[in-house]
C-alpha cells in the first residue's frame, strides 16, 4: 500500500464519520421532551384534608398530587396537545382527561412549549388513584411532534396518612 492509497482511506474514514454524525445531528435536531412524574407530591395551596382518629391531635394533612413536568431538551418547539390518565380493565380502559389536572403558571393547554422551557401541572392523586382496575395508573401526554403519546406508568401506590 503506497502513501496514496492511504491518504484515500484516512480521507474515506474521516468523511464517513462526518456523514455519520451529520444524520446523528439531524435526527436529533427535532423537539425532544423529557417527562417527570412524581405522585406523593404536596403544594403550598392544596386542600387541607380533616384527619379522622388522629392519635396526635392533628386537624388535617395537605392533599396529596400527582406532580407532572414536562421539558423541551431539544433544538425547536413543540405544542402539548392534552394530558390524561387511565388504566387498563377487562375490555378495555377507564380513564380522566385533562380536567383532572391543574396547571401551573397559567399555561393552559394546548401550549407551545420552546427549547429549555418547563410546563408542568397536578393531578389529584386520591381521585386518579380511584380509577377501577388494578393495572398500573398511566399518565398519557399528546404532543404534535410525535405520532404516539408519552406515556409514564406510575407503580407506586399513594401513601395513606391518618386515615
Not at 30 to 53: C, F, I, Q, T, W
Request: with cysteine; hydrophobic share 40%.
Amino acid at each position: 500500500m503506497n502513501s496514496t492509497e492511504i491518504v484515500a482511506w484516512w480521507g474515506a474514514v474521516i468523511a464517513t464519520t462526518v456523514l455519520t454524525w451529520d444524520v446523528v445531528k439531524w435526527l436529533r435536531s427535532g423537539a425532544r421532551l423529557r417527562m417527570k412524574v412524581k405522585p406523593n407530591s404536596h403544594y403550598h395551596d392544596s386542600e387541607v384534608v380533616p384527619l379522622k382518629n388522629a392519635p396526635d391531635g392533628a386537624c388535617g394533612r395537605v392533599k396529596e398530587s400527582i406532580h407532572i413536568e414536562l421539558a423541551n431538551v431539544g433544538a425547536l418547539p413543540t405544542t402539548i396537545m392534552n394530558i390524561s390518565a387511565r388504566r387498563a380493565i377487562p375490555g378495555g380502559w377507564v380513564g380522566n382527561d385533562s380536567s383532572a389536572f391543574t396547571v401551573h403558571w397559567g399555561k393552559e393547554l394546548p401550549y407551545m412549549i420552546s427549547p429549555g422551557d418547563i410546563w408542568s401541572c397536578r393531578g389529584d392523586q386520591e381521585k386518579l388513584f380511584k380509577l377501577p382496575g388494578t393495572a398500573p395508573l398511566e399518565i398519557i401526554v399528546m404532543v404534535s411532534h410525535l405520532k404516539k403519546p408519552m406515556i409514564e406508568k406510575i407503580v407506586t401506590t399513594p401513601v395513606k396518612t391518618g386515615e
